[in-house]
């Protein structure tokens, strides 16, 4: 699977549009605290969508990310005969992160478990917040090992040209 995506991060952190941090340090729908994964919506609408679903209403940067992944779990068709898991993957991650557990869980964590077991190196996805969008979590230990790339389209360096010290 190739394409575009956006990513819609913070106008704080546009120039580190790819870094997994946020994702690692916090957790994210189908990833754990301390596993990366970088979260796309394959229309400029549906990511803006998803940053507003989890982020005040703060400035952001639209970010288009051209991707080439090789194993991608798709569930946005009907998941009849998947595992209950995957049944329950719109699970609420925030409400398990708050939790008084020693070791939170839920759902969607485990099917990002599942996938990085399988070696996938993503989940194509029904946006919650954009009813007719879909997006990507990938997995970006993969883009580290080759297995997928992703790289952000900034033809003019208006990125870097924006904030060249990168901070």
């Given at each position: 699977?190739?394409?575009?995506?956006?990513?819609?991060?913070?106008?704080?952190?546009?120039?580190?549009?790819?870094?997994?941090?946020?994702?690692?340090?916090?957790?994210?729908?189908?990833?754990?605290?301390?596993?990366?994964?970088?979260?796309?919506?394959r229309?400029?609408?549906?990511?803006?969508?998803?940053?507003?679903?989890?982020?005040?209403?703060?400035?952001?940067?639209?970010?288009?990310?051209?991707?080439?992944?090789?194993?991608?779990?798709?569930?946005?068709?009907?998941?009849?005969?998947?595992?209950?898991?995957?049944?329950?993957?719109?699970?609420?991650?925030?409400?398990?992160?708050?939790?008084?557990?020693?070791?939170?869980d839920?759902?969607?964590?485990?099917?990002?478990?599942?996938?990085?077991?399988?070696?996938?190196?993503?989940?194509?996805?029904?946006?919650?917040?954009?009813?007719s969008?879909?997006?990507?979590?990938?997995?970006?230990?993969?883009?580290?090992?080759?297995?997928?790339?992703?790289?952000?389209?900034?033809?003019?360096?208006?990125?870097?040209?924006?904030?060249?010290?990168?901070?």
């Amino acid at each position: 699977m190739s394409g575009v995506a956006y990513r819609a991060v913070s106008l704080r952190y546009h120039a580190r549009a790819l870094s997994p941090r946020g994702a690692r340090e916090h957790a994210g729908r189908f990833n754990r605290k301390g596993t990366s994964a970088l979260y796309l919506g394959r229309s400029p609408l549906t990511a803006v969508q998803e940053y507003y679903a989890s982020e005040e209403h703060t400035p952001l940067v639209l970010i288009p990310v051209r991707y080439r992944l090789k194993r991608v779990i798709d569930i946005t068709g009907d998941l009849a005969g998947w595992s209950e898991d995957w049944q329950q993957w719109e699970c609420d991650w925030r409400a398990a992160l708050s939790s008084a557990d020693e070791v939170p869980d839920c759902a969607s964590w485990r099917c990002g478990d599942d996938a990085i077991q399988r070696k996938a190196s993503s989940i194509l996805y029904p946006s919650k917040y954009d009813p007719s969008g879909t997006a990507l979590a990938i997995f970006t230990e993969d883009a580290v090992l080759g297995t997928c790339t992703i790289e952000v389209q900034d033809p003019f360096e208006t990125i870097s040209d924006a904030n060249p010290l990168g901070v």
